[in-house]
């Protein structure tokens, strides 16, 4: 048996079903996310005005965003874990939330005056979200790796990097409606760049840690 061939073989045995991989998927992020909420509800909880702010579009907007990133490289990460999967369908649907945001982002600018744009911007909780959406990432973080190192991923900094974006994304969720600047031209900086860090942490600790 040639070299390749004796490879193939192992990672073939080594591979779990789809199922399998979903349910792995599925718990992991379960027990992220629980020890995630019980940290932000212990340390910041939901904005006082949250009933009144959850009627609003731009406030629904941005929770809607975190969440689509964060379903969408779940499915990038399903195919991930398999190794030799094809992942271009998923890639391509990984970018409907940057484009969703960048859409929202221009029709801010279209409807704001433009002495407005820096004040929305900047905001006024920005180095707060630096600091809360990577925290509250963590536990995510951390049981996304586990679930894809019990499958068999071959790209492993890729993995990793998406991995952090489901983690930075289900944490910028939940800090999310903590949050109370909820300008787009905000969450395309603030956002981004909170998760943006989460998505490197994970590329690297994936090119550390799943082995297989």
């Known amino acids: 048996m040639r070299t390749d061939d004796f490879v193939h073989a192992l990672a073939v045995d080594r591979t779990p079903s789809h199922a399998s991989t979903g349910r792995q998927f599925a718990v992991a992020l ?29 406030f629904d907007f941005k929770i809607t965003e975190a969440l689509l990133l964060a379903a969408t490289a779940i499915a990038l990460a399903l195919r991930l874990a398999q190794p030799g999967a094809a992942t271009a369908a998923q890639k391509w649907v990984l970018c409907l939330a940057p484009v969703l945001l ?36 963590l536990p995510l973080l951390a049981a996304m790796l586990l679930a894809l190192r019990r499958s068999a991923p ?14 930075g ?14 300008s787009p ?19 690297v600790l994936g090119r550390r840690v799943l082995y297989w």
């Open 30 to 58: 379960a027990i992220g996310f629980a020890v995630s909420a019980l940290a932000f509800w212990w340390t910041l909880g939901p904005r006082p005005d949250i009933a009144t702010a959850a009627m609003t579009v731009r």
């Open 102 to 137: 960048a859409v929202a982002v221009i029709a801010e600018l279209v409807v704001v005056p433009a002495s407005q744009w820096p004040i929305r911007l900047v905001g006024s909780m920005s180095v707060m979200c630096l600091t809360a959406i990577p925290l509250l990432s």
């Open 154 to 167: 071959t790209r492993r900094t890729a993995a990793g990097a998406v991995a952090g974006l489901v983690a």
């Open 169 to 182: 994304g289900l944490a910028a969720a939940l800090y999310g409606t903590q949050c109370i600047d909820d």
């Open 185 to 203: 031209l905000f969450v395309a900086t603030w956002y981004t760049l909170s998760i943006g860090m989460v998505a490197g942490l994970g590329a």
